[in-house]
């Protein structure tokens, strides 16, 4: 079964500033997907970027971009030139290309951008 | 395109009552799945479906029930509500393109 792991429940940066959240995640699958998602106060659950395991190239998506190192099981996420919308809930999740596809989520770590 | 659409919002149950949670996409998406969100546990599935007549139980299925009698339409069925089942709830659909999941507004369910 697959596992994700995120280690930081909680960060906090200044505005402007360049963050970066950890994700680790264990599976024997050689072809998936990682997601990262964002959860603001309104609940609902915001796609902000995707990669897919067997490119090499990291994804970027505007402000936001990830370090993907698959043989370390690593898929962090920087946020470069923070802004006070991003605070929110992050979440960091998996899904194999086979079988069921099931979304398997990491707990989260909630972001605090301060003016 | 209203996407995925979870109702009610709000709930407040009585241990014991039963309920079901609406969900409903217009996609055209095969999968499907409910998830609940509890503070520092992340999402955690309940159950999951890669199509219509086609269910399984994902990891904490205890106290739920599903269906899936069209590909649009996945209800949860709370057959006997307790404390325990306090939490905000998600219903979230998908293509099979490797594309994240959609996710509805989600909704608090509180049980007394």
């Known amino acids: 079964a697959q596992t994700v792991t995120q280690s930081q429940p909680e960060m906090s940066v200044q505005e402007a500033e360049t963050v970066t959240l950890s994700c680790t995640y264990d599976?024997?699958?050689?072809?998936?997907?990682l997601f990262w998602y964002k959860q603001p106060p309104s609940r609902q659950m915001i796609l902000v970027i995707r990669q897919e395991a067997y490119k090499q190239q990291n994804a970027t998506e505007n402000r936001f971009s990830v370090n993907f190192q698959k043989a370390a099981k690593s898929f962090s996420l920087k946020i470069s030139d923070s802004q006070l919308g991003d605070t929110a809930m992050y979440f960091c999740?998996?899904?194999?290309?086979?079988?069921?596809?099931?979304?398997?989520f990491g707990q989260g770590t909630r972001l605090t951008i301060n003016p | 395109n209203a996407g995925v659409t979870q109702t009610p919002k709000f709930q407040v149950l009585k241990t014991g009552q039963s309920m079901t949670l609406q969900c409903a996409q217009d996609?055209?998406?095969?999968?499907m799945s409910w998830y609940r969100q509890d503070p520092g546990m992340g999402l955690r599935l309940i159950h999951y479906?890669?199509?219509?007549?086609?269910?399984d139980q994902g990891e904490v299925p205890n106290g739920y029930n599903v269906s899936r009698s069209t590909t649009e339409d996945f209800p949860l069925r709370l057959l006997s509500a307790a404390p325990s089942q306090t939490s905000v709830y998600f219903c979230a659909s998908s293509t099979g393109s490797g594309y994240g999941y959609t996710f509805g507004s989600g909704t608090r369910l509180t049980v007394v």
């Open positions: 599976t024997s699958e050689n072809n998936y997907y």
């Open positions: 479906s890669v199509g219509a007549g086609i269910t």
């Open positions: 996609m055209n998406h095969e999968y």
């Open positions: 999740a998996f899904r194999p290309i086979q079988g069921a596809q099931k979304l398997v």
